[in-house]
């Protein structure tokens, strides 16, 4: 018995990263690849999504591909890194990292490590808890300190104390320094001798929409500040949306959030919306679907169980929108529960497929489901989004609407509701429909207890 799971992610071949690229996103990364690898920089590129839209695995596809082709890319995962104090001296603890997994001589490594030590040298001085004055105040753009003048320093800072003064002059020599240092260091990487490489270095920073407000603002000002140089590009995976929210819970509701994330950020790219059809066929053959259906018994009752189950399945993740990480979540589960079918069992692939959905695109009518609610509108948070599409008048759709009905009746009422059908004199077109649905569902009890069981057992795996 198999109970895969998503959170093994999806695997990046090092020979083709983009084996498993089911949203054709390789030709996106070759675009921006002829954009960037010839770009001396500074340039801050963003690459835009909500959450569980796939950046982080279009980021590391994309980072492999570059690699292959002899591009020096770091990885930089900002959400592992925010329990730092410091996001300079994470940044300076990745590029050490990279040169020594970067496969260079001996030699090589020596010329880079002594630019290394530089910046570690001159990153000190301005190791704080906090960004130092002269970031911050550049950051809001209240003073440009590359060309402000002394005199001009002085009249904004008049109001401050003496000390205050002669400590923004300090830093801004020491950042001058450490700016100096980095982009000696990124030159000799990527133009310089004796190393291999002839382009930017590109450095990936990931999740940071998940950083705490704190982390992921001193770190947009740390790359601005400090590592913006020459021969360096960056490439943030970010939710636009949720690093606004950052920005004004570092300073407050009336901050213009976008204003702010342009001093930083020189071009955005949105990925475009996916194919979910696409993912879905993917998803049903990564988690071996196919294989369980096979062997299912071929009696007149288990024979169609893969139809429905993929027509429901499939169309209700495309018609609500679901993301692609709730999409995998939805697939993760019924991994689970189908697994725990006995081969007697009748699946009821309909309902089964439609709660696992329910259950992570709605959870409060999940949880009524769950108790036998029943009224006339239940259903209304999902009809209202696949009305008007050919789904909502198919039998499929139908079927999952008797059943929720028959959640809140008793056995007897569906034996009185069949009765009634069987006794009708002047049949409409759909009746023997009905009937056949409601008979399906006579024993609502047990067929209650073996469904939402298998779907809440899912959540025992963590």
């Not at 291999?196 to 920073?205: A, E, K, M």
Request: glycine fraction near 4%.
């Amino acid at each position: 018995m198999s109970y895969k799971n998503l959170k093994d992610e999806i695997k990046i071949p090092e020979e083709d990263p983009f084996a498993n690229d089911k949203l054709d996103r390789g030709k996106i990364a070759d675009s921006l690849s002829a954009i960037i690898k010839t770009y001396i920089g500074p340039l801050v590129l963003s690459i835009n999504g909500p959450w569980g839209f796939g950046k982080t695995t279009f980021i590391k596809m994309w980072r492999q591909k570059l690699k292959n082709d002899g591009h020096p890319c770091i990885y930089f995962n900002a959400w592992e890194n925010d329990f730092s104090e410091n996001s300079l001296f994470s940044f300076i603890g990745e590029l050490n990292e990279f040169i020594k997994e970067s496969g260079l001589k001996p030699k090589e490594k020596k010329s880079l490590e002594t630019h290394i030590k530089k910046l570690v040298k001159t990153g000190g001085k301005t190791l704080r808890k906090s960004i130092p004055m002269v970031v911050r105040l550049a950051s809001q753009g209240l003073i440009d300190f590359d060309k402000a003048t002394e005199k001009e320093i002085s009249s904004f800072l008049g109001s401050l104390a003496e000390e205050k003064i002669l400590e923004y002059q300090e830093e801004k020599n020491t950042l001058k320094n450490f700016k100096e240092n980095f982009s000696s260091f990124a030159h000799s990487l990527t133009f310089g001798e004796p190393t291999p490489f002839s382009s930017p270095l590109i450095v990936f920073v990931d999740e940071l929409d998940r950083c705490k407000p704190t982390y992921a603002v001193e770190l947009l000002e740390t790359i601005k500040h400090f590592f913006s140089v020459h021969y360096v590009v960056f490439v943030l995976g970010v939710d636009r949306k949720q690093l606004s929210h950052s920005v004004r819970g570092l300073y407050g509701n009336d901050m213009d959030a976008d204003g702010y994330l342009k001093r930083f950020i020189n071009h955005e790219f949105t990925l475009p919306n996916p194919s979910l059809k696409n993912y879905c066929e993917y998803l049903f053959e990564y988690f071996k679907m196919n294989e369980f259906f096979d062997l299912r018994k071929t009696g007149s009752q288990f024979k169609e169980e893969r139809v429905p189950f993929n027509y429901v399945l499939f169309n209700l993740v495309e018609l609500l929108k679901l993301d692609l990480r709730t999409t995998g979540q939805v697939f993760s589960r019924l991994n689970i529960a189908i697994r725990q079918m006995a081969d007697a069992d009748y699946m009821f692939p309909e309902c089964l497929a439609a709660l696992a959905v329910i259950k992570s695109a709605d959870e409060e009518l999940y949880k009524r489901l769950f108790n036998r609610e029943y009224f006339e509108e239940i259903l209304d948070p999902i009809t209202k989004k696949i009305n008007k599409s050919p789904f909502s008048n198919g039998e499929e759709w139908q079927t999952i609407k008797v059943f929720v009905k028959c959640l809140g009746m008793t056995e007897d009422q569906i034996s009185n509701k069949i009765n009634s059908y069987i006794e009708a004199t002047n049949r409409r077109a759909g009746h023997m429909f009905y009937l056949e649905a409601y008979k399906k569902f006579l024993h609502i009890n047990r067929i209650h207890k073996s469904l939402f069981s298998k779907i809440e057992f899912c959540d025992s795996f963590k």
